[in-house]
Structures are given as structure tokens and as C-alpha cells.
């Protein structure tokens, strides 16, 4: 037997987890019942997130990471940032209407938009803490389908941001996060900072990126497995794009994060990970 | 006979996959974590497996591995910030087999002591070699999808496998000498 054989094979009898030991089968059984009644339980309902974790690492700017609510209010557990209550009920077929290319929200819808986001935000207990929000003007304004999304911006780094179903009023249900990152400063030419960034599980998952852009910032596309090439509006310092589906999940945001293409204002292009 | 709503088949769907891979993904948890935290950890991985169990592969070993992916990933993410790693380093058991145990009836003080040594060299391996090791070792995965669990490419693991190995062996080579306790050939082999 070769020596690396001899010590796999010696490895094998330190193995911490013999199966000499099994588990008992009323342990098994109780772990099943518990998986079986939390799934069961948010698939049936709108369930709170799965976390609320914000990630501030080094010297360099990173802002919290959304944690798209799928119902209730989660308070931010550092930097300012408010979770809002999302879409309640939410049905997958919602969805239908989404289009992976924005379009601009015309000039003169522009104004209502903003203040009903603003008015939502200002509404969600704790909405108050953002004086900010009166003065914040708009960033972003999209629509994909009958989706909405505005990006509210304010001084300091403050940012806003709501996505609802337009088809209905905007308090029946939205997303959303409103603060300043930690460290905040202002990005170099082509720095990208991502604010948010993940999946909600409501009756329909959403995935969802979005934060600043530096000045040189022109465009980013995602290339989803699902719904192809998806494009993002890059406005007023501001990215953001969202689609239907889980595929921004926890896997590759906390892994690899997520590949975005980014072109700039110089005609190149570069491929970049989005990630806290 | 009223017919099975999706939620159901779910469920039923889930309680398969669940007694298919639930002895195997434990043992790969006790491996990673303290005791304490095997049930939690458990507990997550098996929600995202019920949240995505239409991306469970259908194949047995596949379906296995899978899942071990996604515990990897559970184990990971709850690793954030400062202390976020990309690699999980595999626990060794801290005692030799029990007496009892009839493969180690005849233990040799020899085999006990080559033990040893191998706990420490181990100890001295990084978070990555550990893992690759243990995915063969311990998971039994062939390379390819030990290369899925970790993301990798097949080569890459392969890669990996052989420097882990090396490492393990340099430091095996490289412990100071301890007293036989009975006149037997040396069992170093010559290089």
C-alpha cells in the first residue's frame, strides 16, 4: 500500500463523525418536523427574512446589505438603515408584467413617484429617523412592467429606495431601505458601492442589486441564467436592477458575488463583482 | 382519492430527500463544528434545501454532494466579517477508538503513537488542504464532485488534492522523533 493510501487510511480512523455512533431516530425525526413546519409555514405566508446581517469591513466604505422583506418591519442593526415592509401576499404571477430592461420613468411622473416614496418611507415606523428624505431628490426612477422603483437621493451618501406594483396603490405592498453606510465617502471615478443586495422570499422570490456609482459609471448589464440579459439603470450616482426569482442568493452573494458588466464613459467595459 | 396539491407533493418530495441525505449530511457537519451547533446548522441547511428543492439533482450521490454544498455554504455565510473564511477546516476525533471497538483490539502502542503524529500534522494544514482531504477522505467524493461542493473545477481540485496530500506528508516527515516502545523497524520510508 503507496504511503499516501497508509495515511488516508490511519485518517479514516480518526474520523470525527464515525457511523459507529448513528444518531437516534427520534432526533431525526424531530429535525424533519421542524424543517417541514418552518418551509411549510413560509411558504404558506409572508415570512420575516432569513437575516438581518450588515457587513462593514476595512477602511473602505461598505454599506448594509438589504434584506428584501417579504412582511414586517426589521430595525437596522447598524448604520441607519431601515428595512420597510414589503410586499405582503405577493403572488408570483405579480411578476408577470417584469422586463429585463427598464424603462425611464417619464419627467412628469417623476415628482409623484418620489413622493410616494417618500410618503411610504415617512410612514414605516422609524421612518421619521431620516430627515434626509425631504430634501433627497431622485436618482433613479424605472419601471419594469408594472414595477416601479425609485432611488431617493440625499446628502452625505443618504439613499432611499422603493419598488412597488404600480397597478395598485403604493401602501398595498413595496420593498425598500432608506440610510447611510457606514464610512460613507464619496466613490472614486469608477467604484461601485452595493447598498443592497440578495433575495426575499415572499409567495415569489425577487433579487434584487442596488447602491452608488461613481461618476465614470455609464451602464451594467447582469447576465441571468433565468431571464437573460438583465439591464440596470445607472443614474444620479446611483445602479440598480432587480428581477424575479432567487438567483441573487446567499451562495454566490457570499461567495463570489454577483458578476455584473460595467461600461464606462469612455466606451470600455469591465466585468466586476458585486459584493459587500 | 382527492388529488396531491403541489404543497403536498413538496413535502412528500422533501421527506425523500431528506431520508437520503440527512445521516450523511450530519457526519459532514460533525466534522466541521462543535456539537453544539450541528442541530442549527442542520436545521439551515435543510430550509435551503426545502427552498430550493427543485435544484436538487436527481441522482442519489449527486443529490448527496449537493447538499453538502449547501451546508458548506450555511457554515460560510455564518462566518461573516472579520472572521469570514473561504475554506472549512475538518475536525479529527480527539480520542482513538474505544476499546471496545473490535478493529482496535489489537492497536499496537506503534499505531497509536503514527496516530498521533498524524493529528498534529494535521493540525499544521490549512482550512483549504484540510477541506480538500476530507471531502476524499472522510465524504468519499470522487473529484469531480468534490469540485462541485467547493465550486471549483474537477482540475482545480485535483490540484488542490495533490498539494494537500504533499503538505500532509512534509509535515508527518518533519515531527521530532519519539521513543518505540518496542525494538521494531524504523517506519519511515526512504525517500
Known sequence: MNRTRQIETALRTMDAAPDRHPTSNARIDVLLERVVVAGT????????????????????????????????????????????PSMLGVEESAYASWTAVPEALPAQERPEAAEDCRSAQ?????????????DATVAIAERRGAWITVVLAGADGFSATCTADASAPFGDGWIGSAGIPTDW????PRELLVSSLGVAHSSG???????????????????????????????????AFWMPGDELDDDLVFTTGVPVDVTYNDGSTDSVNLRF | MSPITPAAEKERTFR?????????????????????AVDDVLADTFLVVWRRLRDVPTTPEDARAWTFAVARNVLLTQRRGDDRRHALGVRLAAQPPSEEDEAVEAVEADAIARRVDLGRAWIFLSDVHQEALGL???????????????????????????RARRALRLHLD?????PRTRAAAPDRSTR
Open chain 1, 41 to 84: 409555514a413560509e411558504d404558506r405566508a409572508p415570512a420575516p427574512p432569513t437575516t438581518a446581517a450588515f457587513a462593514h469591513r476595512g477602511p473602505k466604505p461598505r454599506a448594509a446589505r438589504l434584506l428584501l422583506l417579504t412582511g414586517g418591519l426589521v430595525a437596522a442593526t447598524t448604520a441607519g438603515l431601515l428595512l420597510i
Open chain 1, 122 to 134: 415617512l410612514a414605516t415606523p422609524g421612518g421619521d429617523a431620516h430627515p434626509q428624505l425631504d
Open chain 1, 185 to 188: 465617502e464619496l466613490l472614486g
Open chain 1, 205 to 239: 422570490p425577487l433579487s434584487m442589486a442596488e447602491g452608488y456609482a461613481g461618476p465614470d459609471v455609464t451602464g451594467m448589464t447582469y447576465d441571468s441564467a433565468e431571464h437573460g440579459t438583465v439591464v440596470a439603470t445607472v443614474s444620479g450616482g446611483h445602479f
Open chain 2, 16 to 36: 425523500a430527500v431528506y431520508a437520503l441525505a440527512h445521516r450523511d449530511l450530519e457526519r459532514f457537519v460533525r466534522r466541521r463544528v462543535g456539537p453544539d
Open chain 2, 136 to 162: 476524499t477522505v472522510f465524504e468519499g467524493l470522487d473529484a469531480v464532485r468534490a469540485a462541485a461542493v467547493l465550486g471549483i473545477s474537477p482540475v482545480a481540485y485535483r490540484l488542490r488534492l495533490t
Open chain 2, 174 to 178: 518533519h515531527q521530532p522523533q519519539r
